[in-house]
């Protein structure tokens, strides 16, 4: 028997909670499946409207915790950066820096 003082209405908020919990879980899952399904290619057409990057990350290599190496390709000349410790060094350029 049920209590005095619950009656139905502990029923029916125990349904209305549950319904919002399936509801909003399924929102949360909808807004999901609609980023994977159109957020890349959004992004990619907002990407090709600023034209041709000059620079990119060709690699990455972890050397330790503190540092890494880094591949960077600027205007068609790659360099390569040592990152770590709160300091950054680059490679010297080509033929010049032998001299």
Known sequence: MIAEGWGMSFFLDLARGFFALAFTLGIIG????????YLPQLLARLSAERGERRMAVVETLVL????RLVLVKIDNEERLLILGEG???IEPRGPEASK
């Open 87 to 89: 300091r950054e060094l």
């Open 30 to 37: 909808l807004a999901a499946w609609a980023s994977r399904r």
């Open 64 to 67: 330790d915790p503190a540092r």
